[in-house]
């Protein structure tokens, strides 16, 4: 449920300020790439195995993480906060509704 939150905060601010750049976006595929590489060789250990989705994730935090910082580079975040209240509190009300719903249907 956490990494949910993470990408509904990721896609939130990602949206918000997106920069068409195809540079931006390239660099942050080439990061992730070469990140993702490593953790998959620091999490395989030869006895198990990791699924599609596992893998998938190695890539997509990379990613997320170098991309999030190019689009907010400069706005006036302090970490990942907006400088703008209402932002955040939107942000955090649609995690919250997404948690609520997940407990609701277990």
């Not at 993470?6 to 992730?32: E, H, K, M, Q, V």
């Not at 999490?43 to 997509?60: A, C, E, M, P, V």
Request: charged share 10%; aromatic share 16%; glycine share 6%.
């Amino acid at each position: 449920m956490v990494l949910w939150c993470y990408l509904i905060w990721y896609l939130c601010f990602a949206i918000r300020y997106f920069d068409p750049s195809p540079n931006l976006w390239l660099t942050s595929i080439g990061i992730s790439g070469i990140i993702g590489i490593a953790l998959l060789i620091s999490t395989s250990n030869g006895k198990t195995s990791l699924d599609r989705w596992q893998i998938f994730r190695l890539f997509l935090m990379p990613f997320c993480v170098s991309s999030f910082s190019a689009l907010v580079k400069g706005r006036g975040f302090f970490l990942v906060f907006s400088p703008h209240f209402l932002e955040n509190v939107i942000v955090l009300a649609l995690c919250t509704v997404f948690c609520a719903r997940v407990k609701m249907s277990k």
